[in-house]
């Protein structure tokens, strides 16, 4: 008989996990983030994986805090077997660890012990790595520090953004985790300590964080602009001070020649918008302005050529 499972879980990440779970296990609840404001109305937003475990008839639980009494009360009451994490976004206590019969085991998005912590992806690419992974891991009062029963290595694409690559870790995570479940279930897998070597940190990001300083060079914001997409987006900020969204961005091709700019100015280059950083340029491939729906950055030029000549976030 296959244990009873209840899912912690809240972004589009855990999706596909929940999914391939309920389809090969009882899943008898959902703990997820409460209700969020979100968008231009500001309105109560459900996480992902509320709706879609509501979708599949599953009770969900949104305690503010799940290491309260109240909140540990009310998953004992399920008499989880074994719990499975992925993206929840809250620490998990002791007492919460320690209540199902098989633990608790952590769906976690990068090649552990590299990149612990609440933002692993955003971390990876921000950093310039090539290859990043996903990892499954029992759980322990540490952060992200349990032993590790699988990994599998992802490469990075040169262009690819935190959303599209969660969305591939993710399935790889599903799979990874419904190939091992049954041998971890069995006693037939051995958790491996997490080497020391290697441990590297990635806390929660804010909006802060997003904002394009065009003294960096190029590159480095190339990569801020893929690691803030497609929430909450880079931003900088147009000439009369309000913010604009820089959605996807490309690097200014080596062999093609560009006047010379200061960091932050805007000319163009067949079409598009292109930005002087530190050294070298950013092509404007999708932009945003405030309360305005995201337009290709030719299509936005055509409408503000005053723009041109001007200099962003000054």
């Not at 912690?8 to 983030?33: D, K, N, S, W």
């Not at 049954?182 to 441990?199: N, S």
């Not at 147009?238 to 932050?264: H, M, N, S, V």
Request: charged share 20%; proline share 11%; net charge neutral.
């Amino acid at each position: 008989m296959e244990p009873r499972v209840v899912f912690m879980g809240t972004p589009e990440f855990a999706l596909p996990i929940l999914a391939r779970l309920c389809e090969h296990y009882p899943v008898v609840g959902v703990v997820t983030q409460p209700d969020r404001p979100a968008g231009r109305g500001n309105r109560l937003t459900p996480p992902p994986v509320k709706t879609l475990a509501l979708a599949e008839g599953l009770p969900v639980f949104q305690p503010e805090k799940v290491r309260r009494p109240e909140a540990l009360a009310q998953i004992q009451a399920w008499e989880p077997e074994i719990i499975i994490v992925a993206a929840y976004g809250q620490i998990l206590p002791p007492a919460l660890l320690d209540m199902p019969r098989y633990g608790a085991l952590n769906v976690h998005a990068s090649l552990l012990p590299r990149w612990r912590g609440a933002a692993p992806i955003e971390a990876a690419i921000l950093a310039g790595d090539t290859v990043t992974g996903v990892t499954l891991m029992q759980m322990e009062p540490g952060l992200d520090t349990g032993p590790i029963l699988a990994k599998k290595e992802i490469y990075i694409g040169p262009e690819e953004t935190a959303g599209e690559l969660s969305e591939r870790m993710a399935h790889v995570g599903a799979d990874m985790l419904i190939e091992t479940l049954p041998l971890y279930l069995a006693g037939e897998l051995q958790p491996q300590p997490q080497p020391e070597a290697g441990v590297t940190l990635a806390p929660r990001l804010s909006d802060a964080d997003a904002r394009l300083d065009w003294q960096l060079p190029a590159e480095d914001l190339h990569r801020r602009v893929r690691a803030f997409a497609p929430a909450p987006g880079a931003w900088t900020t147009l000439p009369d001070g309000t913010r604009f969204k820089i959605l996807r961005a490309t690097l200014f091709p080596t062999g093609e020649a560009l006047p010379a700019g200061q960091p932050g100015q805007v000319t163009s280059w067949r079409g598009f918008p292109v930005v002087y950083a530190g050294t070298g340029a950013l092509i404007l491939q999708q932009v945003q302005a405030a309360g305005k729906r995201p337009l290709n950055g030719d299509v936005f030029l055509r409408g503000q050529r005053a723009l041109l000549g001007a200099v962003l976030g000054s």
